[in-house]
């Protein structure tokens, strides 16, 4: 069988029961699958991922002062709790040895529609070959962009193309949906933009939808971190029957 690769923008046009058999890539470029890889990188135990702010405070008292309350609601920290989304946050000081307890608008509810694949990867820029290192040798790979607040968002889809490019270069006959193709298409058109002109993907991502509102906000330099490419080595895969997140 030749290697299949599709790409879906947004959660909402996914049915779970076609991930059975399929590796799943969960992407949130800005920010949560990047504060993940970065949490995970200053020596968090592991991540518990939480679709609800409820679910979120409930498993802080569970788990007591081993773990941090991380989050947002639209772009801000959510009231009371320790950290918000920003993986500039996630310094070894604060996280170190302890549990993150994550709840964000959208990277997390992307995750609980995953529960039926095969296996759970969090992809983002900063761990870009890390993560198609885990892929090279699965046949069936989707990968799912978890959008902003309902609408595709063109950092997602950009990282997807960008794992296209590099698994299309070096895996022989894969075969990729139109998801995967329009993704393609979107990072080779920003790339080629990027060699022509005074352009960096971090001014890319301040014209996309999760971008605009992060400078709205005063985030710019959360931009210019998940702008990076290939600077964690970590992959963060969910294991659905704990419902955690551990580096591979």
């Known amino acids: 069988m030749n290697p299949n690769l599709q790409v879906y923008f947004l959660p909402s046009t996914l049915q779970p029961e ?6 799943v890539i969960v992407v949130d470029i800005l920010r949560a699958t990047t504060t993940i890889a970065a949490a995970l990188n200053a020596g968090a135990s592991c991540i518990v991922p939480c679709p609800s702010i409820e679910l979120a405070r409930q498993t802080h008292d569970q788990l ?11 772009g801000k ?3 009371g709790f320790h950290c918000g989304n920003s993986p500039l946050e996630y310094t070894p000081d604060v996280i170190k040895d302890k549990t993150l307890i994550l709840t ?17 990867l969090m992809g983002s820029f900063v761990n870009l070959a890390a993560v198609i290192n885990e892929v090279w040798a699965e046949e069936m790979i989707t990968v799912l962009c978890s959008g902003t607040d309902g609408f595709v968002t063109s950092e997602d889809v950009l990282f997807a193309g960008a794992l296209v490019e590099r698994i299309d270069k070096n895996v022989p006959e894969v075969s990729i949906d139109d998801g995967a193709q329009t993704a393609l298409n979107h990072w080779l058109l920003v790339q080629k933009r990027i060699s022509r002109e005074d352009f960096e993907l971090a001014d890319f991502m301040r014209t996309a939808r999760g971008g605009k509102n992060l400078v709205r906000i005063g985030l710019d330099s959360d931009i210019q971190f998940c702008a990076q490419i290939d600077t964690i080595q970590n992959v963060p ?10 580096a591979d």
């Not at 990277?107 to 039926?116: F, I, N, P």
């Not at 895969?237 to 551990?246: A, F, K, S, Y």
């Open 237 to 246: 895969v969910l294991d659905v029957g704990e419902w955690t997140i551990r």
């Open 64 to 74: 007591g002062d081993c773990s941090v309350m991380g989050g947002e609601r639209h």
């Open 18 to 23: 076609n991930l059975v058999d399929r590796v």
């Open 104 to 120: 964000t608008t959208n990277g997390t509810v992307a995750m609980e529609k995953c529960r039926q694949a095969k296996r759970i």
């Open 77 to 79: 920290r959510i009231d």
